[in-house]
């Protein structure tokens, strides 16, 4: 895996459940996978200041991202006991209640993909340079504050 040209891990747009369907089926007739493990994230409608988010326009410094992104796919390869792995992050707007995150995980074993998941999840949200402008129902925005 270490010799793997990084992914580009990017979507432009809201990531579809058909997307994610297709992703997953994949996996299904794979006799060695005993669980898998599925993180969404979601644009929330989050009310800042009296205004609510309508949707989070996404930017990255593209080519550090998926350099950071492949770092983090190797390092949980290496730390936990996986089948495969999927990562998947938008670009660009995706308004509040569509997927701009979609991570998959599958193992052997059960107990590996809820590490996993949460390691890589955490690791996408401290390191990965993805930044969101959150739009608002009036137009305005703010960069958002990751928590």
């Given at each position: 895996?270490?010799?793997?040209?990084?992914?580009?891990?990017?979507?432009?747009?809201a990531?579809?459940s058909e997307?994610?369907?297709?992703?997953i089926?994949?996996?299904?007739?794979?006799?060695?996978?005993?669980?898998?493990?599925?993180?969404?994230?979601?644009?929330?409608?989050?009310?800042?200041?009296?205004?609510?988010?309508?949707?989070?326009?996404?930017?990255?410094?593209?080519?550090?991202?998926?350099?950071?992104?492949?770092?983090?796919?190797?390092?949980?390869?290496?730390?936990?006991?996986?089948?495969?792995?999927?990562?998947?992050?938008?670009?660009?707007?995706?308004?509040?209640g569509?997927?701009?995150?979609?991570?998959?995980?599958?193992?052997?074993?059960?107990?590996?993909?809820?590490?996993?998941?949460?390691?890589?999840?955490?690791?996408?949200?401290?390191?990965?340079?993805?930044?969101?402008?959150?739009?608002?129902?009036?137009?305005?925005?703010?960069?958002?504050?990751?928590?």
């Amino acid at each position: 895996m270490k010799d793997k040209k990084p992914k580009n891990v990017f979507k432009h747009g809201a990531i579809s459940s058909e997307f994610i369907g297709d992703s997953i089926a994949k996996h299904q007739t794979k006799t060695s996978i005993g669980a898998h493990n599925i993180f969404l994230g979601q644009v929330r409608a989050d009310v800042i200041d009296n205004k609510t988010v309508s949707a989070i326009e996404y930017t990255a410094y593209e080519d550090m991202a998926n350099a950071k992104f492949h770092d983090i796919r190797e390092a949980a390869f290496e730390k936990f006991e996986l089948t495969c792995m999927h990562i998947y992050h938008s670009l660009g707007e995706v308004k509040a209640g569509e997927i701009c995150l979609f991570v998959f995980v599958s193992s052997p074993r059960r107990k590996v993909v809820f590490k996993a998941l949460e390691f890589i999840v955490e690791a996408i949200k401290a390191d990965v340079p993805v930044f969101g402008k959150e739009i608002f129902e009036d137009e305005s925005h703010q960069w958002k504050v990751n928590n």
